[in-house]
């Protein structure tokens, strides 16, 4: 899996023009959230998900070097098939080593599970619609995890 991990100081998604997932974390009393966008290969498993979700709970990337875990910081979780992008060759990605939407589903929603029992308030895109992300990047701070 592929995560690309920004801390934000806000985040919403919207499919059709309905907002489906947003995470106001001032709105909590803290000051940042974080906004996971999620991509899945082919060799992935739920314990690549678990893994992940726990780093991204326990990674030191908010103020005062704290984690998610520590302020009790939302997430917006978001799939994201294109961080498997292959621009390699040519002026067209292909996007073969990105898994399939009925492997990749089960993957993205694992990984959100995961942080809802480890604790963290969860918020989501909806998988395969055509998304609009807003979000204003705090730092800016963007870390691209695998595992």
């Avoid at 998900?49 to 326990?58: E, H, I, P, Q, S």
């Amino acid at each position: 899996m592929r995560i690309l991990l920004q801390r934000v100081s806000s985040a919403q998604v919207s499919v059709d023009d309905e907002i489906v997932g947003r995470i106001a974390p001032a709105a909590s009393g803290v000051p940042h959230g974080l906004l996971a966008l999620v991509g899945a290969t082919h060799s992935d498993t739920e314990a690549n998900a678990k893994t992940l979700a726990d780093k991204v709970w326990r990674l030191r990337i908010l103020d005062g070097e704290r984690s998610a875990a520590d302020l009790s910081a939302p997430i917006l979780v978001v799939s994201q098939f294109t961080l498997y992008a292959d621009t390699a060759k040519g002026r067209r990605p292909s996007w073969n080593a990105a898994a399939p939407g009925a492997v990749a589903q089960p993957l993205v929603d694992a990984f959100a599970d995961a942080l809802r029992e480890l604790g963290a308030t969860v918020a989501t895109g909806r998988f395969g619609a055509h998304m609009q992300v807003e979000l204003v990047n705090d730092g800016p701070v963007t870390l691209l995890l695998e595992g």
